[in-house]
């Protein structure tokens, strides 16, 4: 296994990797960084939060190994809807069948089972359908009380103890986040995590408890896999600092034939509005059990890419499959061949992203212009809060993104952005120190030598958050790294 260094990655866009039994050690987590993750997944949905807290402390020991920040989300479970138990632990459902959903927490048989869900009876009509197991069960309302729902079996099949229900053609009134994932949240920030992602996220305002919560802390990622969220999706994309394609259940509710255009709209409003954006759910599916992919998944993962993608992420392949670290490495692989396709860069840039009316946007959308102009060989972004980079990763430049901040938060929430390499350093407190600084890093990087040009961009006065106002273009001596004197 061929695996990195801790240099910047041989391609721009990034690897989310989630954790679980295939991959919860420390020496397995330092295997799949090495062979191209880079951010981690902690998914709440299953284990405790104690198992967490070594998890967790497991990725920042390879941190501290490895020298370089690495992003840790935390994905929060959601108020995911599950039927109660059965009698004898599953039951077989025939199509035609009448089939009942009550509040009774008795064990059900092949005519009822407990809904422990009161606000899914408020908004059901007849009519509406209701999908079993990820869809394998299809029931239709045939009539509704505040006690119990009538529906008929249109697809039957066997149906086990608390599988999922998704209900796509309404809007359930429930909050976006359960006392589980308040406690969750709680916990994720007393450990310091880079990112948080809210599930099941139907309406902007299902995100304004868990900001009020992360109060700054943390980034918020909102999971974009729910029909409704499509109908306001852009103003779900304004209020979050990301979002995710989460193609699972959203794959669920949705026909088959409706996710790829939904895909591609949630790419292109998260790429059009600024903000980072993950494909994740079923990249690599057959490397859970299998050591290669198929041609299909292959294609899948590079369609995501030219799309301009920041983030294409691994489920079960990394958390519970044979073959984590070589989905990792195919991952990173495919993505170093599509970035290498000289056609890369018009496919991704198909969607127009134009800059704010700032200062700060302007400089940013110039710096990537004024690299294919004058050859440049890098972008070097100073940044207190990581603005300066979210802005300069949205222009999709043709160079790398070395981001030099003062901040160790800053430097690990970066982990998901497009094309950004982040190091933690000391602030400049001159002009003169930030080009000395800019020149320095940029070769101890790897990024350019001695005749090359480099591209600065950054905030006067330093230390600033937000203050984005100087571009700056210097020609490297390859001399900068010498002793003075």
Same mark, same amino acid.
């Given at each position: ?140 309302? $045939? ?216 200062? $700060?946007? $302007? ?123």
């Amino acid at each position: 296994m061929l695996y990195h260094s801790t240099g910047p990655r041989k391609r721009k866009v990034r690897v989310l990797a989630t954790l679980g039994p295939a991959s919860n050690s420390a020496e397995m987590i330092e295997k799949l960084y090495r062979a191209g993750a880079d951010a981690f997944r902690v998914n709440m949905s299953h284990g405790t939060q104690d198992d967490k807290v070594a998890l967790i402390a497991e990725i920042r020991a390879v941190e501290k190994k490895v020298q370089r920040p690495i992003t840790v989300l935390v994905d929060l479970q959601g108020p995911k809807l599950r039927v109660g138990t059965f009698a004898g632990g599953k039951v077989e459902l025939q199509a035609g069948a009448a089939f009942q959903l009550d509040h009774d927490p008795t064990p059900g048989d092949a005519t009822r089972v407990c809904l422990p869900h009161k606000e899914v009876f408020t908004a059901l009509e007849p009519g509406t359908r209701l999908l079993l197991d990820d869809g394998k069960i299809v029931l239709r309302v $045939a009539a509704k009380s505040d006690d119990a729902i009538d529906a008929r079996v249109e697809v039957g099949g066997a149906l086990s103890d608390r599988k999922g229900l998704n209900v796509p053609d309404v809007v359930v009134p429930m909050a976006a986040m359960t006392e589980k994932d308040r406690s969750d949240l709680a916990f994720a920030l007393e450990q310091g995590v880079d990112w948080i992602a809210l599930s099941f996220v139907q309406r902007p305002e299902d995100l304004d408890e868990a900001r009020a919560m992360i109060g700054g802390r943390a980034s918020l990622l909102a999971k974009i896999e729910k029909p409704a969220a499509l109908e306001r999706l852009e103003e779900i994309v304004a209020m979050a600092d990301a979002v995710m394609v989460a193609r699972g259940d959203l794959g669920v509710e949705l026909p088959p034939e409706a996710v790829p255009p939904a895909q591609k709209r949630i790419v292109e409003t998260a790429r059009r509005m600024g903000r980072p954006v993950v494909v994740a759910t079923q990249m690599l599916e057959s490397m859970i059990v299998s050591p290669t992919p198929t041609r299909a998944e292959v294609s899948d993962v590079g369609t995501a890419i030219y799309d301009g993608a920041d983030a294409v992420m691994l489920s079960a392949e990394s958390a519970a499959g044979a073959w984590p670290v070589e989905s990792v490495s195919m991952m990173d692989r495919i993505a170093i061949s599509v970035e290498a396709d000289p056609g890369h860069a018009a496919r991704m840039h198909f969607t127009e992203t134009r800059a704010d009316p700032t200062t $700060a946007d $302007a400089l940013a959308e110039a710096s990537a212009v004024i690299a294919n102009t004058v050859s440049a060989k890098a972008i070097i972004c100073f940044t207190f809060s990581g603005s300066t980079a979210r802005r300069v990763s949205r222009e999709r430049p043709s160079v790398p993104i070395l981001v030099l901040t003062p901040k160790q938060e800053t430097a690990r929430q970066l982990g998901l952005l497009w094309g950004t390499h982040a190091v933690k350093t000391r602030d400049v407190a001159s002009f003169e120190e930030m080009i000395d600084k800019a020149k320095r890093m940029a070769l101890r990087h790897n990024l350019a030598k001695g005749g090359d040009r480099i591209i600065i961009i950054a905030g006067v006065p330093f230390g600033t958050a937000g203050s984005t106002n100087v571009l700056h273009v210097v020609r490297l001596t390859g001399d900068e790294l010498r002793p003075k004197g």
